[in-house]
């Protein structure tokens, strides 16, 4: 963590907008269930079940944001770090540890929950892909930091 | 214009990403609000139709469901309309029910609605072309019913022409005689679920008078039954009807007054627009946020862009214009997402030849459409005022000589 380009402010941003999609996923998923007697309101849910993985992925784009932003306000870091000797492939392979490791935790804490409550688990892991996608796209920019 | 071009072109959209981020998180905030709006406008619509089918000394039967088995027969069935015959005025109708009839000369799925005299007086069903629906008529083998069909299917079938079909109301084929063209859009109100509106451009209006009852099956009578309005009656008429089905079939059907009604139907509106209200202010609340984030993030990484511009003479009030035009198009292409979205759902009706939901509407759309994409177009405005304020203020915060040196 010494050697991290996050910081923990960082961190808790990144976090908050992880729980916030698997928060959207894990409602919409299980929308269905909800049992409210009015028919009317049951009738507007069904529309957001209906359309379920489009508005997930519509709203993980603040998770691309916060990977382009981060890699755009690291940029000199990235190229200090180089200057003082660690290597580029060190700093990405550093930076998707991380980043799959805070990754991972929310991915885990959404499926436990998931358990207790004695849900079908595992059915946001599409959505755990995409962010990993997201996590390799968002490394490719950093080749740009290599000399300002 | 110049000014808003260069910001356009060379600052947001080399950030192409923020850009995109803000059309997709309020395409989601169009979309709830539109999707919530629009029940909420066709649930208050069909609540108000309801309520007018049912005037004053008038008694709605609801179905009380219980574990007890029901004891059907055609003829319990037949008893008990004799009785509502001699004693009551009443309304009653049967929906639902599809029948298969060449349309361009391919077979078409459509829908039949079946009504009593009483039914049709309450519905105030309007025609755009042709004679009022005659329940004068005897239902024999080689009658020819008089019926009122949709704008869409008079396109097939003109007043006179005439329709041969088999339906499961009836165990022999009949032949309908088109008599009257429904004006376009007629709709009725599923009962069921009353913020869901059935539009009729396709459909049949089949008259039900006495002699229509004795020859039906069952399946027209008991579903009748369940759609009962006892008219001009009083408490104790209606319960003895209530009495009478309970007797001969064992179905608890219990009629409720005028107020009854009303107090249900607000009741029930209240309820549901308090739980969607809750659900769409959590969702509102949740992408504002983030919104509002993203706001922060775009200056933050703008803020070099917006110093030097503010140092070689841009005005906060000219970057507070363009801000305002950019976000204005931004929301406008959003807007413009959930028009098409709508428009090609509908077209999607026709095309799956949804019956109950073909509508022609103004460019496609219903009146409830456009009235949801109005409240849209009005949350779009505080949005967008919240998100170009919240954004000015962290510009004002930044010190230029700060965000030069950057």
């Known amino acids: 963590m010494k050697q991290s380009l996050f910081r923990k402010k960082d961190v808790i941003e990144l976090c908050i907008l992880y729980i916030v999609c698997f928060m959207l996923e894990f409602m919409l998923e299980n929308i269905k ?10 009738y507007f849910l069904s529309g957001f079940a209906r359309y379920k993985i489009p508005i997930v992925l519509l709203f993980s784009i603040v998770v691309v944001v916060y990977h382009y932003q981060f890699v755009f306000r690291k940029k000199k870091e990235i190229y200090c770090r180089i200057l003082v000797g660690d290597t580029l492939q060190d700093i990405k392979k550093r930076y998707i540890l991380e980043n ?33 996608m997201y996590i390799l796209v968002s490394t490719s920019g950093m080749k740009n930091y290599e000399s300002i | 214009m110049r000014a808003f071009k260069f910001f356009v072109n060379k600052i947001f959209l080399r950030k192409i990403v923020l850009c995109i981020s803000v059309i997709f998180l309020m ?17 208050y619509q069909g609540s108000k139709q309801m309520q007018s089918m049912n005037p004053e000394n008038s008694y709605v039967g609801m179905e009380n469901v219980s574990d007890d088995e029901q004891d059907i027969s055609e003829e319990k069935v037949q008893e008990v309309y004799k009785y509502l015959e001699k004693n009551c005025q009443y309304s009653m109708y049967h929906e639902g029910e599809m029948i298969h009839i060449p349309i361009n000369n391919e077979i078409t799925e459509i829908p039949i609605t079946y009504i009593n005299e009483e039914y049709y007086k309450l519905s105030n069903i309007e025609l755009s072309k042709g004679k009022k629906l005659n329940f004068d008529f005897k239902f024999s083998k080689n009658a020819e019913i008089p019926v009122l069909v949709g704008n869409e299917l008079a ?83 209606a319960n003895k009807v209530s009495k009478v089905i309970k007797d001969k079939l064992n179905i608890n059907i219990e009629f409720m007054s005028r107020e009854q009604n009303k107090a249900f139907f607000d009741d029930y509106l209240y309820s549901a627009i308090r739980f969607i209200g809750i659900i769409v202010g959590i969702i509102l609340l949740i992408t504002m946020s983030i919104s509002i984030w993203n706001v922060i993030v775009s200056v933050r990484l703008m803020k070099k862009d917006f110093t030097i511009s503010l140092l070689t003479g841009l005005s906060y009030s ?32 026709w095309h799956e030849k949804n019956s109950y939901g073909c509508i022609y509407g103004v460019l496609g759309l219903a009146d409830k459409d456009w ?26 915060k930044i010190p230029i000589s700060l965000g030069v040196l950057q």
């Open chain 1, 100 to 132: 799959v490791t805070i990754l991972l935790l929310n991915y885990l804490l959404f499926n436990v929950i998931s358990i207790y409550l004695d849900i079908d688990v595992f059915k946001n892991s599409y959505l755990f892909f995409c962010f990993l």
């Open chain 1, 33 to 42: 269930n909800i049992k409210i007697n009015i028919e009317i309101v049951e």
């Open chain 2, 318 to 349: 000219k970057l507070r214009k363009i801000l305002y035009s950019f976000y204005t198009l931004m929301f406008s292409a959003d807007t413009m997402i959930v028009f098409l979205i709508i428009f090609f759902d509908r077209k999607r009706a």
């Open chain 2, 371 to 396: 009235m949801a994409l109005l409240i849209v177009i009005v949350v779009d405005v505080i949005v967008g005022t919240i998100l170009v304020e919240s954004m000015m203020y962290k510009i004002k």
């Open chain 2, 155 to 237: 396109k097939d079938y003109p007043i006179g022409s005439k329709i041969k079909i088999k339906t499961g109301s009836f165990d022999k084929k009949i032949v309908l005689k088109v008599s009257g063209v429904l004006k376009k859009d007629f709709c009725y109100t599923n009962n069921r679920l009353f913020c869901s509106q059935e539009y009729q451009n396709f459909s049949i209006i089949f008259p039900v008078n006495r002699s229509v009852i004795k020859n039906a099956n069952l399946d027209l009578l008991e579903n009748g039954l369940y759609n009962l309005i006892i008219l001009n009656t009083n408490k104790e008429s």
């Open chain 2, 27 to 43: 395409l989601f905030v169009n979309y709830t609000v539109f999707s919530s709006s629009r029940t909420l406008i066709s649930s």
